[in-house]
Structure formats: structure tokens, C-alpha cells
């Protein structure tokens, strides 16, 4: 069965500075979807990044990148010149071969004005 | 993006008592919604696979008697808690799957259910 970690229950950040989130997973698939989630106080689920597991070029969306390391089953968040409005929790999550979505247990992202 | 709405945002109701509760996606059709239960500051769990015109598909340990799951028409699922009771307490949150665009599910905003 396919699993997803994150090991930072909370990070903190300074305002316009560079933070990076960490997720592995396990999975016997060679293709897949991993995407990054934000979910702010509002509790809506906001998609933020995804990856298809066959490109090797990391997907970048403005100031949000990864670093999808497939051989060794990772996939980090870089968010660069943090804002206020990134505090949220953000979740690793997998796609399997059926549709379903895998989350991680989350990360709880704090920036520091 | 795609829309997705849930209905009620909230609602509490006495134990004992079923709640229903809607995921309609707005602006396409979803032959497969997927339905989640969040509870305090922990990960997204998922419940069920609702997949119009038939059954459900229940991951273990969900009790389908219990979480009632109707995908009706391609834009409406609903989800009914029967008998609640206070342990059924928690935020559900139904996703869509568009057609068009396979690889990403379209999240609703929630509904926060409390059984007293």
C-alpha cells in the first residue's frame, strides 16, 4: 500500500524568506501523481502544485517549486519570498492508480512578520 | 478551476438524528466523487468512492450502513450520516474527479457536523 510522510508537524518562517517542506512516500507504482495541498483556517482544500512522476523537470508554480527526487521517493515544497497569506497547513498527497488520493499527516506552516 | 460545492456548510443536530449532507460540482460533470472526514487537526482520511449510477466503494474500516453514500446524476453525491452520534462529530469534505482533467480532484469547502 502506498504511504505519505511528512516529518514537520510545524515550520516557521520569516516573512519573504525561503522555506522548504518535506515529504517521502512509498509506493511499488511507476506512474503517478503527487501534489502539494494548502489548507488554510478556512479549511478549503487548495491545490498548489502537482507532479506528474514520469517528467523529470520539477513543476514550478510562481513562487511555489519542488524538488521530485524519484529514486529516492521524495518530494519537497520550496516556497520562496514567504507571504502572510501562506500560513496554513500543507499536505503531501499521492494519487493512486485508482483515483484515490493519499494525504499526508501535514505540515502546519507559521510566518513570522 | 473547477468548482465544488457542499451543503451545509454546517449543522448540528441531537444523536439519534440522520443528516444529509450535498457535493454538487458546479461546472462539470464528476462520474466519480470521493468523500473525506477530517477531524481536529489531523490529515484528511478518505471515507468512500461514490461512482454515479452504482455503488460505492467503502475503504476499510468505514461502515456503509452507517455512511450512507448516493451519486444520483453526474453533478450531485450526498452523503447521509445515520443515527449520528457525538464520535461522528468532524469535518467532512467531498471531492470531484473532472473527466477532462484526470489527474486532479476539485475539493468542496466542508461540512462541519456536530452531534450532541
Known amino acids: 500500500a502506498q504511504t505519505v510522510t511528512q516529518s514537520q508537524p510545524e515550520m516557521s518562517v520569516q516573512e519573504a524568506e525561503t522555506v522548504t517542506l518535506s515529504c517521502t512516500y512509498d509506493t511499488s507504482e511507476s506512474d503517478y501523481y503527487l501534489f502539494w495541498y494548502k489548507q488554510p483556517p478556512s479549511r478549503q482544500m487548495i491545490l498548489v502544485i502537482r507532479?506528474?512522476?514520469?517528467?523529470?523537470q520539477n513543476a514550478t508554480e510562481n513562487r511555489f517549486s519542488v524538488n521530485f527526487q524519484k529514486a529516492a521517493k521524495s518530494f519537497s515544497l520550496k516556497i520562496s519570498d514567504s507571504q502572510l497569506g501562506d500560513a496554513a497547513m500543507y499536505f503531501c498527497a499521492y494519487r493512486t492508480r485508482d483515483d484515490k488520493i493519499i494525504f499526508g499527516k501535514g505540515t502546519r506552516l507559521h510566518i513570522l512578520p | 478551476g473547477a468548482v465544488v460545492s457542499q451543503h451545509p456548510s454546517w449543522v448540528i443536530c441531537k444523536s439519534g438524528t440522520s443528516v444529509k449532507i450535498e457535493c454538487r460540482s458546479l461546472d462539470f460533470q464528476a462520474t466519480t466523487m470521493f468523500w473525506y472526514r477530517q477531524f481536529p487537526k489531523q490529515s484528511l482520511m478518505l471515507m468512500a468512492t461514490s461512482n454515479e449510477g452504482s455503488k460505492a466503494t467503502y475503504e476499510q474500516g468505514v461502515e456503509k450502513d452507517k455512511f450512507l453514500i448516493n451519486h444520483a446524476s453526474l453533478t450531485l453525491s450526498t452523503l447521509t450520516v445515520t443515527s449520528a452520534h457525538p464520535e461522528d462529530s468532524s469535518f467532512y469534505i467531498c471531492s470531484a474527479r473532472d473527466p477532462g482533467i484526470r489527474e486532479t480532484q476539485y475539493f468542496g469547502p466542508g461540512t462541519r457536523l456536530l452531534v450532541l
Open positions: 507532479q506528474e512522476a514520469y517528467k523529470q
